[in-house]
């Protein structure tokens, strides 16, 4: 089983809660390339026939999904679901990763495909837990029946309890959604676009920021030439994922980095001297 049901992590940007589960069917890399996608689909709307795929970062117990690019879509996704739905995945091409320890899954964004087999990728993906249900013997004493059913009701209130108010359960975490539009990074003498997501914790301290930097060439040969050589190298960001564009002349880097201050107040004011937009949200942990 390469799949697993997980919770979704974050809210939008208007810090709307999405409560439902993710089915995630698998993650695979593609060895020539080394990118990470996904394809899921969200339990309980496997009437939709809706197929869910796209880029993936693997952080702590998170994984967090980003859009790719149409051709991308057909050029791997739909491949891989063929061959995976056949149990003829090419592992010189495709590798399956585990992702038994993930507990959570953050959807900053997605690509979606038509698809009328999702049963069939539940069915071979995600392990069926064994049901954990004790039949009432017969002959049990009058004493266990009253306790079942003391212990029933008290069930019952609480979820009842959970229903009317499910915020009890999920408390709301701020953090910051983040935008540049004309970044400069003087070691490569190149302007770049970035996005940041910062996330905090129950006492408003920072917890995780994930960084997305893309830099635009002015030219073919300047791109070239720049890839050839893997400058990107030089900027030494830890655990960073490359991702060259050569349509486009962008390259792209997805990283987590830790924030120089601690305190919500002081990082949103922070970052705004930097130059960025930011939106203030909540999300679920």
């Given at each position: 089983?390469?799949?697993?049901?997980?919770?979704?992590?974050?809210?939008?940007?208007?810090?709307?809660?999405?409560?439902?589960?993710?089915?995630?069917?698998?993650?695979?890399?593609?060895?020539?390339?080394?990118?990470?996608?996904?394809?899921?689909?969200?339990?309980?709307?496997?009437?939709?026939?809706?197929?869910?795929?796209?880029?993936?970062?693997?952080?702590?117990?998170?994984?967090?999904?980003?859009?790719?690019?149409?051709?991308?879509v057909d050029k791997y996704i739909?491949?891989?679901?063929?061959?995976?739905?056949?149990?003829?995945?090419?592992?010189?091409?495709?590798?399956?990763?585990?992702?038994?320890?993930?507990?959570?899954?953050?959807?900053?964004?997605?690509?979606?495909?038509?698809?009328?087999?999702?049963?069939?990728?539940?069915?071979?993906?995600?392990?069926?837990?064994?049901?954990?249900?004790?039949?009432?013997?017969?002959?049990?004493?009058?004493?266990?029946?009253?306790?079942?059913?003391?212990?029933?009701?008290?069930?019952?209130?609480?979820?009842?309890?959970?229903?009317?108010?499910?915020?009890?359960?999920?408390?709301?975490?701020?953090?910051?959604?983040?935008?540049?539009?004309?970044?400069?990074?003087?070691?490569?003498?190149?302007?770049?676009?970035?996005?940041?997501?910062?996330?905090?914790d129950k006492k408003d301290e920072?917890?995780?920021?994930?960084?997305?930097?893309?830099?635009?060439?002015?030219?073919?040969?300047?791109?070239?030439?720049?890839?050839?050589?893997?400058?990107?190298?030089?900027?030494?960001?830890?655990?960073?994922?490359?991702?060259?564009?050569?349509?486009?002349?962008?390259?792209?880097?997805?990283?987590?980095?830790?924030?120089?201050?601690?305190?919500?107040?002081?990082?949103?004011?922070?970052?705004?001297?930097?130059?960025?937009?930011?939106?203030?949200?909540?999300?679920?942990?």
């Amino acid at each position: 089983m390469n799949g697993k049901i997980l919770k979704i992590s974050s809210n939008d940007l208007y810090g709307n809660v999405d409560d439902r589960l993710v089915a995630v069917f698998a993650i695979f890399n593609h060895v020539k390339y080394m990118n990470k996608y996904a394809i899921f689909a969200f339990q309980g709307e496997y009437n939709k026939k809706k197929l869910y795929c796209g880029s993936v970062h693997l952080k702590e117990n998170s994984i967090v999904v980003f859009t790719i690019k149409p051709e991308e879509v057909d050029k791997y996704i739909i491949p891989f679901t063929n061959s995976y739905l056949s149990n003829k995945v090419d592992t010189s091409e495709y590798q399956i990763m585990d992702i038994s320890k993930y507990q959570k899954i953050e959807l900053i964004s997605y690509n979606e495909i038509d698809n009328n087999n999702l049963e069939l990728l539940d069915s071979i993906s995600i392990k069926k837990e064994e049901a954990v249900i004790k039949k009432v013997e017969e002959k049990s004493s009058l004493l266990g029946n009253i306790i079942l059913s003391i212990l029933f009701v008290i069930l019952v209130a609480a979820i009842t309890y959970i229903c009317l108010d499910p915020s009890v359960l999920k408390p709301k975490l701020k953090k910051l959604d983040c935008t540049m539009e004309n970044g400069y990074n003087s070691k490569l003498r190149l302007n770049y676009k970035s996005t940041i997501l910062v996330q905090f914790d129950k006492k408003d301290e920072f917890k995780i920021m994930h960084k997305i930097d893309t830099y635009k060439f002015s030219s073919l040969d300047k791109y070239n030439e720049f890839k050839d050589n893997k400058n990107e190298e030089k900027l030494n960001i830890k655990d960073p994922i490359y991702k060259y564009d050569d349509e486009k002349m962008e390259l792209t880097i997805n990283y987590s980095v830790n924030l120089y201050t601690y305190e919500y107040e002081k990082a949103l004011d922070s970052l705004t001297k930097e130059g960025y937009s930011c939106i203030e949200g909540i999300y679920n942990e």
